[in-house]
């Protein structure tokens, strides 16, 4: 059975994206502020963005000869001049690839290598990582500029290089150029653990934000709008970059989550609708100093990156009374699923404009309403590939063009979606995808652990997956709470913070598997509901 959105089709763009969110279809003037960063009260109107990222392109093919098709990274918290960077190298005819800048120099060192960035704008906070990755990858000091307006070290501010009085024409596209020309490089987490480039051209995002734009029908000028999230990853591309520009809306941009900075910000601003994460709506709920501030400006907020459970969305509003809706989707697809208005205890909602569905069992076949399976979409917001990995590229979508998203939802007969499970292997954290295999092979380097299998396991505490690990352990020794302690040390020791074994280490007989080997992560996830209490 194949499920269609109860939305009608949208019309797909045929242009560039520049041309799309400067094509203005809300009348705004060019004195209405767009973007405020909340930390320096910095604004760009809309007039002034146009201008200031026109310069930015000049500036780009004038100093740095960067050509259509050149890809610039960008390594930095929300603030901004983010937008500026992104569309200004889109009107140059470039490519932009956005880097965590959480991100310590070897994971930027492999994201400015497969992306072939040649130009890196990097915020003087995290300069030094920035330093360690360019002369690990040879781009020279000379193409790395910085945020603000400091020169550091000899690394000079982009502004005092690239903005100068002339401006160009953004780079035009035919339409079929628009649907084969990669615009962004965004990175996420493959299940062996090496990050995949993204490949979204400029028609999928076009297509993105008109999906977007179609759902959320109640935001335009009026609207101020503030996420949580990071300008790195698909939904501050969207959101908060791209649909605010064409919503003619005024968007908040700030760094920093915690429950402190947000609700200053609401009050100040007088925020009216929020992107956010369910690690962020614990944190409101939890912390006493939200109670102190005046936050009731706000009339909805979009949770999404993680399931939100029904019993934090209900004691949320019963503190706030502000009504929070799910989404669903993924950097390869944009928002898949979305609650138009209310929201249905436990769904991720019904699907955007113009995506298609098809739910498959174990063995392939076409599922129909309340069956659970593999969720498959079709959509033009879907990706063009994975950069430099044609295997996973033709694994991910079947013949039909459909996309595997691996995850296990079923559909009620009113078509609003639920996702039961990640049928994938990785493990979903707030910031980054964690891939089991490769803590499971440190485990196995451990003198007395003779198997192991690290699975997700979800922490009400922390609103998100953290890994946890079950081990067998050799003859001759004996299971105790300090060998669990010293073996979890030894993993944590060897990989990132958000990489450790914070659910712990749990002692198992037999690692369960199949008759081919593969662990089956399922009857451990069971397995785990008993064993970790919370």
Known sequence: MIFKSKYPDIKIPQVGIYQYVTSNPNKIPDDKVIYVDGVTDRSYTFGEFKHESKKFAAGLQDQLEFKRGDVLAIFSPNQVDYP?????????????????????????????????????????????????????????????????????????????????????????????????????????????????????????????????????????????????????????????????????????????????????????????????????????VNDPLAQQFDISSVDMIISGAAPLSDKLERKFYEMFKIPILQGYGLTETGAVLLCPDTSVPGSVGILTPNMKAKLLSDNGHELGYNEPGELWIHCPSIMKSYLNNKEATEAAFDKDGFFCTGDIVYVDEQENFFVIDRKKEMIKGQDFDVAPSELESILLTHEVVSDAAVIGYYSEKEATEIPAAYVTIKNGHKQSQSLAEEIQSFVDEKVLPYKRLRGGIMFIDRIPKNASGKILRRLLKEKLKNDIKE
């Open 84 to 284: 500026i960077a992104v569309l200004g190298t889109i009107a140059a005819g470039g490519k932009v690839t956005t880097a965590n800048p959480k991100y310590e120099a070897t994971d930027l060192s492999y994201q400015l290598t497969d992306s072939g960035a040649s130009v890196l704008i990097v915020h003087p906070e995290i300069l030094e990582v920035a330093i360690e990755a360019s002369i690990n990858v040879k781009i020279p000091a000379s193409r790395i500029l910085l945020f603000g307006d400091k020169e550091i070290k000899g690394y000079k501010p982009y502004r005092s290089v690239l903005i100068n009085d002339r401006e160009i024409e953004p780079i035009h596209y035919t339409p079929e150029e628009a649907k084969s020309t990669t615009a962004y490089l965004v990175y996420s987490s493959g299940t062996t653990g090496k990050p995949k480039g993204i490949e979204i051209t400029h028609t999928n995002m076009a297509v993105i934000l008109t999906q977007t734009l179609t759902v959320e029908n109640k935001l335009g000028p009026h609207s101020i709008i503030m996420g949580t999230g990071g300008l790195c990853h698909i939904t501050g591309m969207d959101r908060i970059i791209h649909t605010t520009l064409i919503r003619g809306a005024t968007t908040i941009i700030h760094p920093d989550s915690s429950v402190e900075t947000i609700c200053e910000l609401i009050q100040k601003f007088k925020i009216t609708f929020i992107y956010t994460d369910p690690t962020i709506i614990l944190k409101l």
